[in-house]
């Protein structure tokens, strides 16, 4: 498995006059806010802060590209289900998602990331269906998989894989970046989608 040698922030979009337009594959990266999007990130990457973690909630309301060895990106896009933020912003956040959602050929993958312990939110249900509405192959990453033990966390998949009326085959990985659980797996399917297609 080849890790990335670089990984550089390229920019921040708010707009699709932003995002880039070069063809490389890219794979994106959702889920609520405080799932643990940003740790798993910086897990993937090896680097302490190359997302930020932990940030006002509601105030990363845009799409941030890193340029991967120069061959591919991984967007780290907005977070969703906070419930104080104004209609406002929820409605920008939809506007951009959508944007983004429908007019992106590049996009391989998306990790979609759901907290092991919980089941999916009517958010996480939406933003899901979103996906699949664009036709967007879908990982599934199960954070903070290390607050369980071995039989809560299989209770748990097992919960979150009827709710979310999974096939079979869809794969769901447990994921912990206090352990290091889960980032090699996540990482072989990052990299088999972004491989070069010919
Ligand atoms: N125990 C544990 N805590 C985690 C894990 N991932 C993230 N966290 C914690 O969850 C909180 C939110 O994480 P963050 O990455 O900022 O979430 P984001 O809002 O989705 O970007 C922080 O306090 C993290 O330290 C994990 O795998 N295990
Ligand atoms: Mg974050």
Redesign the pocket.
């Known amino acids: 498995m080849m890790r990335p040698v670089s990984a550089q922030f390229l920019r921040s979009a708010m707009d699709p006059a932003h995002f880039p337009r070069d063809g490389k594959p890219e794979i994106a990266f959702i ?1 609520r ?8 990130l910086n897990a993937l990457l090896g680097r302490q802060e190359m997302a930020r ?2 940030s006002t909630p509601g105030k990363t309301q845009c799409i941030n590209f890193f340029d991967i060895d120069r061959r591919y990106y991984l967007v780290d896009l907005p ?1 969703y289900g906070f419930a104080k933020v104004p209609k406002s912003v929820k409605d920008a956040w939809n506007r951009l998602m959508h944007q983004y959602l429908t007019d992106r050929e590049t996009l391989r993958l998306a990790v979609l ?1 759901l907290d092991a312990r919980h089941a999916p939110s009517e958010a996480d249900l939406g933003m899901l269906g979103m996906l699949e509405d664009n036709a967007v192959p879908t990982l599934i990453a199960a ?2 998989s ?2 369980l033990s071995n039989n809560q966390l299989q209770n748990s998949l097992r919960t979150m894989r009827k709710s979310l009326d999974l096939d079979a085959e869809a794969l769901v990985v447990p ?4 352990t290091g659980r889960g980032i090699k797996e996540v990482w072989q399917v990052v990299l088999e989608q972004v491989a070069p297609r010919g």
């Open positions: 889920g806010s405080n799932v643990g999007k940003s740790s798993l973690t932990s977070g990331l954070t903070k290390d607050k994921c912990s970046t206090v």
